[in-house]
């Protein structure tokens, strides 16, 4: 059974940096697209970057681009998401998945989630 953990959340200021690791465990690392995915209180689970098996195709939320880069480490079953200039409307809790999606933004696509990490962003 596969199982996703994520490391890596608190609170920062507005500016600020933090990086999201996301550790694969009981399935075939390399054989996923790995996503992160986050949900603020009252509103709905939204993609925030995604990654290809390779590791060679990212793509990103416009919210986030160019301020969040996404990586992977298939030989170490390792997801990362790096987050620079935080924002308040940043917070929310952050989830890693892997699924088959070949790129799709919707929740439903990905088969294996993790419990969350919470970004919290002060002003």
């Known amino acids: 059974q596969g199982q996703l953990v994520e490391s890596g959340g608190g609170l920062v200021q507005a500016g600020g940096s933090l990086t999201l690791s996301c550790a694969a465990s009981g399935l075939s690392f390399s054989s996923y697209t790995m996503a992160w995915f986050r949900q603020a209180p009252g509103k709905e689970r939204e993609f925030v970057a995604g990654?290809?098996?390779?590791?060679?195709?990212?793509a990103y939320a416009g919210s986030v681009k160019g301020r969040f880069t996404i990586s992977r480490d298939n030989a170490k079953n390792i997801v990362t998401l790096q987050m620079n200039s935080l924002k308040p409307e940043d917070t929310a809790v952050y989830y890693c998945t892997a699924g088959n999606s070949n790129g799709d933004r919707k929740p439903t696509s990905y088969d294996y989630w993790g419990q969350g990490t919470q970004v919290t962003i002060s002003t």
């Open positions: 990654i290809s098996r390779s590791g060679i195709t990212t």
